[in-house]
């Protein structure tokens, strides 16, 4: 249940293996049709001259390398970071070659040369993003000043002023770098998003395992009790048959034997089936059976947990019946983990009640979380809670805050609501800071949408009718 949390799913810096080459070649089919286009528009009813043989000759490139990669690999191909890096590169080098067939920074259309690093920050990594925008960067200075003019039939040369042209440059290259530090940022929050979410799944269909494993298994004590005692019984009547009598002492120890197996059998099904017998009552539980569950995986760690369970103000002095979900157990879990491992001693767990809500909060006696993290906790693939946890306070950890967003997510999914917040200021020393002044995490409820009525568990009694 922990690895999920402690490690994460497997990540890499590189988004590797993520692009097709259908992808890349079904956009490069559209470019080409673009600027075919555009090409044919701009001499047949423009009346631009263009050098049609060269801009042809450009546009055919993309053509023969499209057929190419159609011809030599499965379009369902995932291409490797390097591979895509050098379609894009080709595709700018395309463009750029085009661009200064026509005019340069004097062609509307010039534009266009950010889409290859678009693409590239969308879907490689930082490294692939920052090569391919100062090739684009190199390419928009060289065709700046190396370029066709743009005339038409009649001989006037279209071309903007200087200073618009200076303003052509420096908007493409601002466009350049924002648009790739804005893809690239975007897109990678989408797929850590993506990530955490699937770990949250994981951990959430672990849970659920278990949690029908262990209906399973008090089921299973159940309709295994009668013929076990049947077993005893007889067992225990051949005993009696068989004692004293001569030439019989094997038979007798034989049953004995089964005897002591049957009881055996039964004490392994009452201890896995500790929850009940009845699969219904494993469904519910109070709201202080609930905590010591999702506290006990962490209870011998070495650090005390305190619990206070009492009815807040103007709860009625009755224990709440709470839903023993799975996304509850295993978010308090989490959240009890959380603590435990950064507390100096103590843990405490209140669970608290009134009319209209159902409360949890967590405190532990440890650092606290960073201030300039607090705004930010329940987000994924954060960094350690402080600078100085390591390998020594949480080993085998690598501090993503991914166990705090699965918490966070599973119990949102129940209903709750949750702050984060220190008990105390973070930059005290341990000495000079009072009891629960580590982080605190509060759970809150409404209370319609945690508990259930005790009477509602196994349904109301249904009067019988003559």
Same mark, same amino acid.
């Given at each position: 249940m922990n690895f999920i949390e402690n490690h994460g799913p497997a990540r890499s810096d590189a988004s590797s293996n993520w692009v097709r080459l259908r992808t890349l070649t079904l956009l490069?089919?559209?470019?080409?049709?673009?600027q075919?286009?555009?090409?044919?528009?701009?001499?047949?009813?423009?009346?631009? =001259?263009?050098?049609?043989?060269?801009?042809?000759?450009?546009?055919?490139?993309?053509?023969?390398?499209?057929? =190419?990669?159609?011809?030599?690999f499965p379009q369902t191909r995932r291409l490797p970071e390097r591979?895509?890096? =050098?379609?894009?590169?080709?595709?700018?080098?395309?463009?750029?070659?085009?661009?200064?067939?026509?005019?340069?920074?004097?062609? !509307?259309?010039?534009?266009?040369?950010? *889409? !290859? =690093?678009?693409?590239?920050?969308t879907a490689l990594s930082a490294r692939s993003t920052a090569v391919l925008g100062t090739l684009t960067l190199v390419s928009v200075t060289v065709?700046?000043?190396f370029h066709l003019p743009l005339s038409q039939g009649n001989g006037d040369v279209l071309q903007v002023p200087p200073v618009f042209e200076f303003g052509f440059w420096l908007s493409i290259t601002i466009g350049v770098v924002f648009l790739a530090v804005y893809a690239q940022r975007v897109s990678a929050e989408i797929r850590n998003m993506a990530?955490?979410?699937?770990?949250?799944?994981?951990?959430?269909?672990?849970?659920?395992?278990?949690?029908?494993?262990?209906?399973?298994?008090a089921a299973a004590a159940h309709e295994l009790g009668t013929p076990l005692a049947t077993i005893k019984l007889v067992s225990a009547e051949l005993i009696d048959e068989l004692d004293g009598k001569p030439g019989l002492e094997d038979l007798r120890d034989d049953a004995a034997l089964i005897r002591d197996q049957a009881d055996r059998c039964r004490d392994i099904l009452r201890s896995m089936g500790r929850a009940g017998k009845d699969d219904l009552h494993l469904r519910h539980a109070l709201l202080e059976a609930v905590l010591h569950e999702a506290a006990e995986p962490h209870s011998g760690r070495g650090k005390t947990l305190v619990?206070?369970?009492? !009815?807040?103000?103007?709860?009625?002095?009755?224990?709440?019946?709470?839903?023993?979900?799975?996304?509850?157990?295993?978010?308090l879990r989490n959240l009890v983990q959380n603590a435990v491992d950064f507390a100096e001693g103590s843990v405490w767990i209140d669970g608290h009640w009134t009319d209209t809500t159902v409360? *949890?909060?967590?405190?532990?006696?440890?650092?606290?979380?960073?201030?300039?993290?607090?705004?930010r906790i329940g987000d994924p693939f954060l960094r350690a809670r402080t600078d100085g946890a390591g390998p020594r306070e949480r080993p085998g950890y690598e501090g993503m805050g991914l166990g705090l967003f699965i918490a966070k997510t599973l119990l949102e999914r129940s209903g709750a609501e949750l702050s984060f917040a220190n008990g105390g200021d973070p930059f005290l020393k341990q000495s000079e800071r009072s009891l629960r002044s580590g982080a605190i995490v509060e759970v809150i409820w409404p209370k319609h949408r945690i508990c259930v009525e005790p009477d509602a568990i196994l349904g109301g009694n249904t009067p019988f009718l003559a």
């Open positions: 490069r089919w559209i470019a080409i049709g673009g075919a286009a555009a090409i044919l528009l701009a001499d047949l009813w423009l009346d631009l =001259v263009l050098p049609l043989g060269g801009c042809l000759l450009v546009i055919g490139l993309s053509v023969i390398a499209n057929l =190419v990669s159609i011809v030599m591979h895509a890096l =050098v379609m894009l590169a080709f595709d700018l080098a395309q463009l750029s070659a085009l661009l200064m067939l026509t005019g340069g920074l004097h062609n !509307p259309f010039a534009l266009l040369i950010v *889409v !290859p =690093v678009t693409i590239a920050a065709f700046a000043f990530e955490a979410l699937l770990a949250t799944q994981m951990a959430l269909a672990r849970e659920q395992k278990l949690t029908d494993l262990g209906g399973v298994v619990f206070d369970v009492s !009815p807040g103000e103007g709860g009625e002095q009755r224990q709440p019946t709470i839903r023993r979900a799975p996304e509850v157990i295993h978010g409360s *949890v909060r967590i405190i532990d006696d440890g650092p606290g979380y960073p201030p300039q993290l607090l705004g």
